[in-house]
């Protein structure tokens, strides 16, 4: 089945107090299909990155509501660390990995840029693809002089007016900076010297900057709590300029000024292709090819499974997920793509039914995490379990109640169908499989409905349900 997926990783002006990021972690993780895949803290640079993937739109909910954590728990006038930032949810790039175009991720990011002016009164910045403005594409042009210098500057220098919002800084937030960019690799690299003004000049010989990579932001940053000094990098490029690339320059500068490497870090994911070229590099190997690589091969030969297989042997497997929720969904995507082939077939408008199909196949995902959510709650320590159970439960029941939802307005959308009656059967068909989703999705919003304690909440759901099965 094809997806749409994106990539979002926040960075916040937090890497000292666990408790604070964990709880921007769980205001983004309580967003059904989005699943968590890093994060990471660093006490030095005093800033966290938190990286997720979902569909664009819970991917985009998500964004928002860590940022609405980030802003009411995060105040920059308390702030110190050697990152720049200019505000508590200082940046948040969206990235898109499949099945949705740098445009598309564009029309999120702005979305999600009025949603954090309109809601939070935090002005917004747009840079890289979704910049306004070409002094704007590139980040530290923003960040200049920090949030110190955003307070003093926004409302009298006209060059510092947001995107989003008016010109006036949030008196604890700053300003949020929102893009769109390619796959990024934060990667650092440490010395034997707690002497930052080498690390300085390291960085200044290899950002692109100042005469160096192209594809490379650097600066020389202390490491107070290891008594050493770290280039500090962005690689906005890894195929133009390979990770090993960089390295190798790096260790050649520091040996100038007599210091050593004493180890590198990624911050974040790195793409296993990058690891792939400064493997064929390091090694030497004569014959090597990602082929070799022993996942690369599984995964290759598998991928000439059909998508269908792999989806009915997941389901037949003796685990959790994906389970009911996920076929009912299924059912509905391919009720929707038999309207939009018949519909294909009679020289019509498909768009409606593809729609359909995108949302209902969206879904056999969102099912199953939100069912992992829920599993995940109730492994939390008993004494504070029960509120991250009860909002699993809801999100659980939400996903099937929405493709009830749907799979009501699909029907309603076939038995309008005028088609040759040659295709009867496909017409039929298709009914049955739409019925099979509204009425799975609803037994299953009725089994977590029995588990939740929100008399409202249910109430809600329950009217919802009764509407979405007449």
Request: with cysteine.
């Amino acid at each position: 089945m094809s997806r749409q997926l994106v990539e979002c990783v926040p960075n916040f002006s937090e890497g000292r107090d666990a408790s604070k990021v964990d709880a921007i972690v769980q205001a983004i993780t309580s967003v059904s299909g989005v699943v968590l895949l890093d994060r990471e803290m660093d006490a030095d640079h005093n800033r966290s990155v938190i990286s997720f993937a979902g569909p664009p739109e819970a991917a985009a909910v998500a964004a928002f509501r860590g940022v609405e954590r980030a802003v009411a728990l995060i105040d920059l006038n308390h702030h110190t660390g050697v990152h720049p930032r200019i505000g508590a949810a200082d940046v948040v790039p969206f990235i898109p990995m499949e099945g949705v175009s740098v445009a598309e991720c564009v029309k999120l990011a702005e979305g999600v840029a009025g949603e954090i002016w309109n809601r939070l009164q935090v002005p917004v910045y747009l840079y890289e693809a979704a910049a306004r403005r070409p002094d704007r594409v590139n980040l530290e042009n923003i960040r200049r002089g920090q949030f110190e210098a955003l307070l003093r500057e926004m409302g009298t220098v006209a060059d510092r007016a947001p995107d989003y919002g008016e010109a006036r800084c949030h008196p604890t937030a700053g300003a949020t900076i929102v893009g769109v960019r390619k796959f990024l690799i934060a990667y650092n690299i440490n010395l034997s010297t707690p002497d930052v003004e080498i690390a300085r000049r390291i960085a200044k010989a290899v950002r692109f900057s100042s005469g160096g990579f192209r594809y490379v932001k650097a600066m020389g940053v202390p490491l107070a709590s290891r008594h050493l000094a770290q280039v500090s990098m962005n690689l906005t490029d890894f195929e133009q300029t390979p990770v090993h690339r960089v390295f190798e320059a790096v260790r050649s500068e520091a040996t100038r000024y007599g210091v050593t490497i004493t180890g590198s870090e990624i911050i974040g994911l790195i793409p296993k292709k990058a690891l792939e070229m400064a493997a064929e590099h390091f090694l030497r190997a004569e014959n090597f090819t990602p082929g070799l690589v022993l996942e690369n091969r599984i995964a290759d030969a598998m991928s000439a499974r059909p998508p269908l297989a792999e989806f009915l042997d997941a389901l037949a497997a003796p685990t959790a997920t994906p389970g009911g929720g996920s076929a009912a969904a299924a059912a509905g995507a391919m009720a929707a793509a038999l309207g939009a082939m018949l519909m294909k077939f009679s020289k019509q408008d498909p768009e409606a039914f593809e729609q359909d199909r995108a949302f209902l196949a969206a879904a056999v995902e969102r099912d199953a995490d939100a069912f992992s959510h829920v599993m995940a709650a109730y492994k939390r320590p008993r004494a504070e379990r029960a509120p991250f159970v009860e909002e699993a439960l809801q999100g659980a029941a939400l996903v099937p109640l929405e493709v009830a939802e749907r799979a009501r307005a699909l029907l309603e959308r076939l038995a309008t169908l005028h088609v040759d009656k040659r295709f009867g059967s496909d017409v039929a068909v298709a009914r049955a499989l739409a019925t099979a989703a509204r009425e799975g999705a609803a037994a299953n919003v009725r089994i977590n409905l029995e588990s939740i304690a929100d008399e409202a909440f249910c109430q809600e759901t329950e009217q919802r349900l009764s509407n979405a099965m007449l």
